[in-house]
């Protein structure tokens, strides 16, 4: 899914907060924390990065849920038929390619690990 109008699309940039500097917010956005930014991980793209004190980091959207990108309509499965595709430059954006032929109404699906 190439950016057609590179120009007018907004560059995600993250916070990083612990899961410890989270515990102040209230539940219900503790919970959309959870529910839409995934725990950073390390290299093996699966164990969770953690902080000095063991707490697990969470990559935030600096936009919170004000803004979203295609990423937001993908569903997880070991056998995606999308994958995200890194920027082939800098300054340039990220994008998704598909894997294989999608039929009209099929779900997207991508592997969580590999974003």
């Known amino acids: 899914f190439p950016i057609c109008n590179p120009h007018l699309a907004t560059k995600e940039q993250f916070c990083i ?3 410890a500097e989270l515990r102040d917010i209230p ?6 924390v959870k529910s839409f930014f995934a725990p950073l991980t390390e290299d093996d ?4 990065q953690r902080d000095e004190k ?15 990108n295609l990423s937001w309509f993908l569903n997880h499965t ?10 082939e ?3 340039e954006f990220n994008s998704y390619v598909t894997r294989r032929r999608i039929e009209e109404g099929e779900e997207l699906t991508a592997d969580y ?3």
């Open 17 to 19: 907060f612990s899961a």
């Open 27 to 32: 539940a219900p956005a503790m919970e959309q």
């Open 45 to 48: 793209n699966w164990t969770p």
């Open 54 to 68: 063991g707490e697990i980091l969470y990559g935030v959207v600096a936009t919170g849920l004000n803004s979203l």
């Open 78 to 87: 070991d056998d995606p038929n999308v994958e995200f595709k890194d920027a």
């Open 89 to 91: 430059n800098d300054g």
């Open 113 to 115: 690990r590999e974003l």
